[in-house]
């Protein structure tokens, strides 16, 4: 069954040296779960291709309120701030911080539909 659109994501960009990239793995693997134990928490984990060492980690909420909560915990929970001092010993200077939103796409074009069909004719005659 596919998740639903997350209500709120908070994404955080930061860089991690090579020498504690193993390192903040193994973090993770105990990590994740404890982020997620709450329920209607999903924790993703990306690395950039052409920047080695940068890194992006999402927190994607099912719910306004799972994320209100879970600010909670995060402020709170001794568990959680233990965790978030280990994690800060990975990760070189501050992170970026963001919080965001989906925003759908309306009006989306269809393959084979006349509006693209019309846009690409008009993009000829110029």
Do not use: C
């Not at 984990?45 to 999402?58: A, I, K, N, R």
């Not at 800060?88 to 963001?98: A, D, N, T």
Request: glycine fraction near 6%; avoid cysteine; charged fraction near 30%.
């Amino acid at each position: 069954m596919a998740r639903p659109e997350p209500a709120a994501q908070v994404v955080l960009i930061y860089r991690v040296p090579k020498r504690k990239r193993a390192g903040l793995l193994r973090f993770f693997r105990e990590a994740f779960p404890e982020y997620e134990a709450p329920g209607g928490i999903h924790m993703s984990l990306f690395e950039s291709v052409q920047e080695v060492g940068l890194f992006v980690e999402v927190a994607a909420y099912d719910t306004d309120k799972a994320f209100r909560l879970d600010q909670v915990r995060v402020e709170k929970d001794p568990k959680m701030r233990q965790l978030l001092g280990r994690w800060q010993k990975f990760i070189e200077g501050r992170p970026e911080v963001h919080l965001v939103r989906n925003v759908p796409v309306i009006g989306k074009v269809r393959p084979g539909s006349r509006q693209k069909r019309r846009t690409a004719r008009s993009s000829r005659a110029q």
